[in-house]
């Protein structure tokens, strides 16, 4: 009896120790699996050396800053606060000991390869230490989110994940082909709360974006404050497309949007829509139409029904007010005023307003950017047109102004991916994943090269949006590919090997929350 008891207990025991082994064994091989590797980054970089090793982020890693100042230390700050979530480490960020034993991480600005440019970096680890240096502070923070990249994909967790914090060992260098790589969000068809639109910079700010056009007034609504003529937002403001509730940001609250997106090295392009698109205006001051009556508000979404009065003085001392205002609170370089859709004017008086409203932008120490039909005007050098459905873009070329690429039928976020697709419209066609990746902005159009383009742009319009999960969905995956358009080199580039780096990216949104369309053209992890 005793000695059955015994062996009882003994092959208990055995089976504990066995199953506590296999788990463990388990555990292991999941962690080796969670490893990243040098090919799954977005966008892609211009060089990569593997030197198949790995270093091992733990706790008592730091983060030293080379030189330390304001802008060094916010990205050193901003890496430890991607860091700590789901590894549930404080890094510290200190200015640089070259003595420090630990295994650290080292953000240094030193100007030595001035190939890099502004956003250019080169991140080189080993098992002993990453180093990441830049020219500017901007390269820096693009190089960051190259590490974060490598990093397993549970780094974006926001609960602490049990994981062995391996990062692959070798060398990238790294820097944009376009100067210009740009979301626009249409705040005016429905509004997005600024909380929506910082999620949104993050997330660009995740893909290496650097410009954010916010398209800021449209017939359906007006949303930033203008003190001088205050109806434009309080009543321009106040309603949107289907007629729910809409809102406005006050010049404060547009500062802190600029602000946020300025840490991420983000310029916020505003957008006044003009001569048409301009209902919510003409609603709020019956002066600035023909007949000086106000029409009512909007809440359809038809176009090319409103326009400015554009003989009238009155119109030109508004759009001077306006363009005022807004270039003071706007430290970016570039005011946009759209242009597009104006059928009701003639096309001679068209290029008088445009000629008017350049001189009145760059009164304000600003350069102009328009859509397409902007090109009809006199151009200066420096202005910029906005390429999305019209050939007439080739005649700001002729006139040696640069191009943004936006053509709808490839860049429009809000466009459906297929038949199936809830949300979006679709009258420049469905734009799956595939459709979104596979083009190239310098052969896109005859009479546009490479030298004309300064860079891309993906707008994504609100008709049929209300909420940042609405946002995510038409954004992603789409985003990710023009921004690799934007970002990478041409050569090398192409769908069947970019769909794998996009399945990995699912995991990472996923580890995020972001409500992202999983398209069946990805085999998603
Ligand atoms: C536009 O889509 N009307 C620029």
């Known amino acids: ?42 966008p892609k970089p211009v060089s990569i050396t593997p030197t198949n090793k790995f270093f091992i982020l733990d706790k008592s890693a730091k983060v030293y800053v080379e030189p330390m100042n304001t802008e060094t230390s916010f990205i050193g700050k901003y890496l430890a606060g991607i860091i700590k979530p789901s590894t549930g480490y404080s890094l510290q960020v200190l200015k640089s000991d070259e003595n420090a034993v630990e295994r650290n991480i080292y953000l240094t600005i030193n100007g030595k390869d001035k190939s890099l440019g502004e956003e250019g970096y080169e991140l080189t680890v080993s098992e002993e230490r990453i180093n990441l240096s830049a020219d500017a502070p901007a390269g820096l923070f693009r190089g960051v989110q190259t590490l974060r990249q490598l990093f397993p994909y549970s780094i ?18 790294d820097y944009p082909r376009f100067e210009w790589r740009g979301v626009m969000l249409d705040v005016a068809r429905h509004f997005f709360s600024v909380k929506d639109v910082k999620s949104y910079i993050d997330l660009s700010a995740l893909y290496k974006i650097n410009y954010l ?42 500062s802190e949007i600029v602000a946020y997106a300025q840490e991420r090295y ?7 829509d003009m001569p048409g698109h301009t209902n919510a205006a003409l609603a709020s001051y019956p ?8 029409p009512s508000l909007y809440t359809g979404i038809e176009v090319g029904f409103s326009a400015l009065a554009i003989k009238k003085d009155i119109t030109y001392k508004f759009i001077h007010d306006v363009i005022k205002e807004l270039s003071a609170i706007t430290p970016g ?21 445009i000629d008017k409203v350049q001189s009145i932008v760059y009164s304000f120490g600003k350069k102009m950017v328009g859509w397409d039909e902007i090109s009809k005007a006199n ?17 700001a070329v002729k006139q040696g102004v640069k191009v943004i690429m936006s053509p709808a039928s490839k860049t ?45 742009e993906a707008p994504l319009w609100s008709e049929t949006i209300i909420n940042l999960d609405d946002i995510e969905y038409l954004a992603f995956p789409r985003l990710a590919g023009h921004a690799e358009i934007g970002w990478s080199q041409v050569k090398g580039r192409n769908w069947d090997e970019y769909k794998e780096r996009l399945a990995e990216h699912g995991l990472r949104w996923t580890e995020k929350g972001l409500n992202f369309y999983r398209s069946p053209q990805v085999l998603w992890k």
Not at 161 to 172: A, D, H, K, S, V
Not at 287 to 294: F, K, P, R, S, V
Not at 383 to 393: G, K, L, R, Y
């Open 412 to 456: 429009y976020l809000d466009m459906k991916y297929d038949s199936t697709t809830g949300l979006g419209l679709f009258w420049a066609g469905y734009i799956e994943v595939k459709d979104a990746y596979n083009w190239d902005p310098a052969t896109q159009m005859g009479g546009i090269s490479e030298n004309n383009i300064l860079g891309i």
């Open 379 to 395: 151009l200066f050098p420096t202005s910029v047109a906005q390429h999305w459905d019209n050939e007439i873009i080739l005649n």
């Open 333 to 353: 370089p570039y005011i946009h005023i759209g242009g597009d859709e104006a059928p009701k004017i003639d096309s001679i008086d068209y290029v008088h307003f």
């Open 266 to 272: 983000i310029t916020v392009v505003p957008e006044i």
């Open 213 to 254: 056009h916010l398209h800021l007034s449209d017939d359906q609504g007006w949303r930033i404050q203008i003190n001088s003529w205050p109806n434009l937002s309080t009543y321009g403001g106040s309603t949107q497309v289907d007629g729910g509730k809409g809102d406005y940001y006050t010049q404060a609250e547009y």
């Open 156 to 173: 974006e967790s926001s609960d602490i994940e049990p994981g062995l914090w391996e990062i692959p060992t070798g060398t990238i260098k």
């Open 1 to 42: 009896m005793k000695n059955k008891i015994l062996v009882y207990l003994l092959s208990f025991l055995f089976t504990l120790v066995f199953l506590s082994c296999s788990a463990s064994l388990k555990d292991e091989k999941e962690l080796l699996n969670l490893r990243n590797t040098f090919s799954n980054i977005i």
């Open 287 to 294: 002066e600035l139409n023909n007949d000086g009556i106000a």
